[in-house]
């Protein structure tokens, strides 16, 4: 089993910054792909960042240039720097973590992440 805990998300102004954090703890393989997810209310959960072991990321279009992951593999943690925060950009952020050897993900609890105009 693997533990993801995010830290609290907040409520920013437009064009303000956030950062998130995501702790792993648990079976975590050597070679797994952290990422970023967002679930705004009445809309699908969709991809925001990934990061995989050796630091290859992928991000969402409407993220590009304005957020940034990174991973401190040695503490098994997640983050993402949010700049440039739009009011679109509102919605439970969700932490994941996917192991590659066994195809097994786990996802964090979600924290609010709300920008206002």
């Known amino acids: 089993q693997v533990q993801l805990v995010e830290s609290a998300g907040g409520l920013v102004q437009a064009g303000g910054s956030l950062r998130l954090s995501c702790a792993a703890s648990g079976s975590i393989f050597s070679i797994n792909v952290m990422g970023w997810y967002r679930q705004a209310p009445g809309k699908q959960r969709e991809l925001v960042a990934t990061?995989?072991?050796?630091?290859?990321?992928n991000y969402a279009d409407s993220v590009k240039g304005r957020f940034t992951i990174s991973r401190d593999n040695a503490k098994n943690t997640l983050y993402l720097q949010m700049n440039s925060l739009k009011p679109e950009d509102t919605a439970v952020y969700y932490c994941?973590?996917?192991?590659?050897?066994?195809?097994?993900?786990?996802w964090g609890q979600g924290t609010q992440v709300t920008v206002s105009s």
């Open positions: 994941n973590l996917h192991n590659i050897a066994n195809s097994l993900s786990y």
């Open positions: 990061i995989t072991t050796s630091g290859r990321t």
